[in-house]
């Protein structure tokens, strides 16, 4: 699924709003979640998972055609760890009668 894709799906379910106003909440979401990785914070989604980022610190790595040693530079990657209901769901292991304030989906 594609973002437009998504926004387009959440715009069909709530008809009461405007496809303008769903894409703007998505960019804010988005932009937001993207904002709070940026400051090193994590960004945790109960029952969906966690995105957070991970450290890499400065090593020396070898040039696999060459075997000649260069020097990569330390960096932060974003990372994703999924939760609890979303592996249950992709294993077919979830419950449907959960209550509706444990939904997020």
């Known amino acids: 699924m594609t973002k437009s894709e998504l926004i387009a799906r959440l715009a069909e379910l709530n008809p009461h709003?405007?496809?303008?106003?769903v894409e703007r909440i998505v960019d804010t979401v988005f932009e937001?979640?993207?904002?709070a990785m940026v400051d090193g914070d994590r960004v945790e989604?109960?029952?969906f998972?966690?995105?957070s980022v991970k450290h890499r610190?400065?090593?020396?790595?070898r040039n696999?055609?060459?075997g000649e040693s260069v020097e990569v530079e330390a960096k932060r990657l974003p990372f994703f760890k999924t939760g609890k209901g979303l592996r249950d769901?992709?294993?077919g292991e979830g419950d449907d009668s959960q209550s509706k304030e444990d939904d997020w989906y």
């Open 17 to 21: 709003l405007y496809l303008r106003d």
């Open 32 to 35: 937001e979640i993207t904002q």
């Open 45 to 47: 989604l109960r029952g």
């Open 49 to 51: 998972g966690a995105f």
């Open 57 to 61: 610190e400065a090593r020396t790595g």
């Open 64 to 66: 696999p055609r060459t």
């Open 89 to 91: 769901r992709l294993n």
